[in-house]
């Protein structure tokens, strides 16, 4: 790293962050994986480099959303204990902390972790909410937890987790998110649900237009409700839902090397993300899966300038809209963002 770009890194590590994006699954400690590995006894490699290329991206492998996901079946079989998931909670926490993020919105998904051991969904839930609920302290970090629905687990099991994170919301669970294989799993089953958890006053977030078209975002908006969109890199293929996301001030949670790693966009200088934000869209940078991604969030703003173009007062600018979208009430947003303009003017 030559000695410019090493000054920006650090410039962007100190800089005050959100991440409104980072999924618990993606973001495990490779170290980690290999005590427990070890530990646990589990039939998977633990050495380092044979264990990364099951869990994490790695360069020549292909670009894709299945390759991608892959990962996931690995990281999963991990979720196997209580204690397992406390410690899983608590480095993600400490580790978005180590990089100066001051508002992390959580997402996982209870019926990937509790898939190995069989645990009931409202228990992994609860062990997360402990977890989750120490750490934030313990790391001066502001916290908001998004359950996830995985769009192949069904409605049966949205309904559940919607249950679930609705009679939570006072846990420090702020809102639910839908995920997975949008190429496959049409968003239209799950509209009631999301419909409902919105009114109630919960956040939603829907993943779309990331590995299928635009159209995917539209219903996200216009049948869902949704404040938020996931990825949504398609959006700028339809003039009309440009306008439609900007006039409706739509947040999109844009994370770059996930978007290039998964075949989302085929190389970093064609990320739409300049382009986005020329068209006056709500743009935030986000690390979605840190640890597959082998990335953090500093990473991803310096990424921004370095292939992007972008200039310091966008990445200012996408940092504060990041706050402005978060599922926060009123007046923590008001606190936070007078402590950010402090630090980044």
């Given at each position: 790293?030559?000695?410019?770009?090493?000054?920006?890194?650090?410039?962007?590590?100190?800089?005050?962050?959100?991440?409104?994006?980072?999924?618990?699954?993606?973001?495990?400690?490779?170290?980690?994986?290999?005590?427990?590995?070890?530990?646990?006894?589990?039939?998977?490699?633990?050495?380092?480099?044979?264990?990364?290329?099951?869990?994490?991206?790695?360069?020549?492998?292909?670009?894709?959303?299945?390759?991608?996901?892959?990962?996931?079946?690995?990281?999963?079989?991990?979720?196997?204990?209580?204690?397992?998931?406390?410690?899983?909670?608590?480095?993600?926490?400490?580790?978005?902390?180590?990089?100066?993020?001051?508002?992390?919105?959580?997402?996982?998904?209870?019926?990937?972790?509790?898939?190995?051991?069989?645990?009931?969904?409202?228990?992994?839930?609860?062990?997360?909410?402990?977890?989750?609920?120490?750490?934030?302290?313990?790391?001066?970090?502001?916290?908001?937890?998004?359950?996830?629905?995985?769009?192949?687990?069904?409605?049966?099991?949205?309904?559940?987790?919607?249950?679930?994170?609705?009679?939570?919301?006072?846990?420090?669970?702020?809102?639910?998110?839908?995920?997975?294989?949008?190429?496959g799993h049409s968003a239209e089953?799950?509209?009631?649900?999301?419909?409902?958890?919105?009114?109630?006053?919960?956040?939603?977030?829907?993943?779309?237009?990331?590995?299928?078209?635009?159209?995917?975002?539209?219903?996200?908006?216009?049948?869902?409700?949704?404040?938020?969109?996931?990825?949504?890199?398609?959006?700028?293929?339809?003039?009309?839902?440009?306008?439609?996301?900007?006039?409706?001030?739509?947040?999109?949670?844009?994370?770059?090397?996930?978007?290039?790693?998964?075949?989302?966009?085929?190389?970093?200088?064609?990320?739409?993300?300049?382009?986005?934000?020329?068209?006056?869209?709500?743009?935030?940078?986000?690390?979605?899966?840190?640890?597959?991604?082998?990335?953090?969030?500093?990473?991803?703003?310096?990424?921004?300038?370095?292939?992007?173009?972008?200039?310091?007062?966008?990445?200012?600018?996408?940092?504060?809209?990041?706050?402005?979208?978060?599922?926060?009430?009123?007046?923590?947003?008001?606190?936070?963002?007078?402590?950010?303009?402090?630090?980044i003017l």
């Amino acid at each position: 790293m030559s000695e410019i770009a090493s000054t920006l890194h650090t410039e962007m590590e100190r800089l005050p962050k959100v991440d409104l994006h980072r999924h618990l699954e993606g973001s495990l400690r490779v170290e980690t994986l290999i005590d427990l590995v070890r530990r646990e006894r589990l039939n998977l490699p633990s050495d380092k480099k044979a264990l990364q290329a099951m869990v994490q991206m790695q360069p020549g492998e292909p670009r894709t959303s299945a390759n991608f996901l892959a990962k996931f079946q690995h990281l999963r079989s991990f979720f196997r204990s209580p204690e397992i998931i406390h410690r899983f909670t608590w480095e993600t926490i400490a580790d978005a902390a180590a990089d100066n993020v001051r508002y992390l919105e959580l997402h996982f998904t209870p019926v990937a972790l509790s898939e190995t051991g069989e645990f009931p969904l409202s228990e992994v839930v609860d062990w997360v909410i402990e977890s989750a609920s120490t750490a934030a302290v313990e790391h001066a970090l502001e916290l908001g937890l998004i359950l996830s629905v995985n769009r192949h687990e069904g409605v049966k099991y949205a309904e559940q987790v919607a249950h679930i994170a609705l009679d939570r919301s006072d846990r420090g669970v702020v809102g639910l998110s839908l995920a997975g294989d949008e190429a496959g799993h049409s968003a239209e089953p799950f509209e009631p649900i999301f419909s409902a958890v919105r009114k109630a006053g919960l956040g939603i977030s829907i993943h779309a237009g990331e590995w299928a078209g635009p159209e995917n975002i539209r219903f996200a908006i216009e049948a869902m409700g949704a404040p938020r969109i996931g990825h949504g890199v398609r959006v700028m293929e339809d003039p009309a839902l440009v306008r439609l996301a900007r006039d409706q001030r739509v947040a999109f949670e844009i994370c770059l090397t996930s978007n290039i790693q998964s075949g989302a966009v085929s190389n970093i200088r064609d990320h739409p993300l300049p382009e986005m934000l020329q068209a006056g869209l709500q743009v935030t940078l986000n690390t979605d899966d840190p640890g597959v991604s082998n990335t953090r969030l500093s990473d991803e703003y310096t990424l921004a300038i370095t292939a992007l173009d972008l200039s310091y007062e966008s990445i200012k600018g996408l940092i504060l809209a990041a706050l402005q979208a978060s599922f926060l009430p009123p007046q923590k947003k008001a606190s936070l963002e007078s402590e950010f303009l402090a630090a980044i003017l």
